[in-house]
């Protein structure tokens, strides 16, 4: 392959990496929303643990979405930003309420799991075009989202 | 009836709408393909509503079998019903007729509860604007895409489903 065919490739693949970062960054800002609606409005028996829990994961979230936005900068390009562009790209059904508790579980799993396949898309993108920081940064995202995960669906067994 | 294009949630162009929920036909196998946690009758109805979603055109029956099954599966498999349940909601709608002669409205559902004639009553509130008169009314339920299809002109029915 001539080194021009091999540079063009490797520009197409990074900017293939910036626009699935920028995705990612849409779902943990959607998820972000999510997560606080859901920690405002939960009510009933597990009223505490639930809207506790909620605030770790949205604080999360918060800290997530700077870390991934200020990736991309350092990509040399520019974070999605907005709420409707980023609502839009995220495409997450948002919460009613009032709800019952279990759905504001229920409905987080779903949008937890929206994350980790696009963060899987991403780290395997990253991979491709041996950007190892990125890479590292969507394996730190995917363990915390898989173990959100886990308790998330852990409060749902019967 | 069920979109070809549902085969998952990471179909982003599932129709009808964007409908980013798991199909419900992949939940049901995936809940039939664990028989440790799956009883004997449980299986049957599971069985009972996979047929139902792909070979049956009745919503009614469907949303019926829907919440009998509901009713007794939930408390063990609240995921899985939710799944389901969010499926339902974007791929059924009520049409309702106020009163004989009057317009009929396409009401999107929302199943808050596990009894059909609860949420054809739900539907039918609704439907219901400030000053319309209820006198006699009809309510079906269908399958979004069939009755878009019956009807050919998708867009002007979406802008006149009744957003609740």
């Not at chain 1, 041996?130 to 394996?139: A, F, G, K, V, Y």
């Not at chain 2, 829907?66 to 009713?71: L, T």
Request: proline content about 2%; some cysteine; glycine content about 2%.
């Amino acid at each position: 392959m001539s080194t021009a065919t091999e540079n063009a490739s490797t520009v197409k693949l990074q900017a293939q990496v910036v626009e699935s970062l920028n995705l990612v960054l849409a779902d943990s800002y959607a998820l972000m929303a999510l997560t606080h609606f859901a920690h405002w409005n939960v009510e009933g028996e597990d009223f505490f643990p639930l809207h506790k829990a909620f605030q770790e994961q949205y604080e999360n979230l918060f800290e997530a979405i700077d870390e991934i936005a200020e990736r991309v900068r350092a990509l040399n390009a520019y974070a999605m930003g907005g709420l409707a562009t980023l609502a839009k790209a995220a495409n997450m059904e948002e919460l009613k309420a009032p709800s019952p508790q279990k759905d504001y579980v229920a409905a987080l799993i779903v949008a937890n799991e929206k994350v980790t396949e696009d963060a899987l898309r991403t780290r395997e993108l990253a991979g491709s075009a041996n950007d190892l920081e990125t890479q590292d940064l969507m394996i730190k995202r995917l363990q915390w989202h898989e173990k959100t995960l886990w308790m998330l669906k852990s409060y749902l067994k019967a | 009836m069920i979109s070809q294009d549902c085969q998952s949630s990471l179909q982003p162009a599932c129709q009808p709408s964007t409908c980013r929920w798991r199909c419900a036909i992949e939940v049901i196998d995936q809940l039939l393909s664990e028989p440790s946690i799956i009883t004997g009758r449980d299986a049957d109805d599971l069985l009972d509503l996979r047929w139902k979603l792909l070979n049956s055109d009745d919503a009614e029956g469907t949303l019926k079998l829907f919440c009998a099954v509901r009713r007794r599966m939930e408390c063990r498999h609240y995921l899985a019903f939710f799944r389901i349940r969010k499926w339902l909601e974007n791929h059924l709608l009520a049409t309702v007729i106020l009163s004989p002669g009057g317009d009929q409205q396409l009401v999107s559902l929302r199943l808050d509860h596990c009894c059909v004639e609860a949420l054809r009553r739900a539907a039918l509130c609704a439907a219901l604007r400030e000053g319309a008169v209820l006198d006699r009314p009809s309510l079906r339920f269908l399958y979004r895409q069939k009755s878009f299809v019956h009807t050919n002109s998708s867009q002007s029915h979406q802008a006149s489903i009744a957003r609740h």
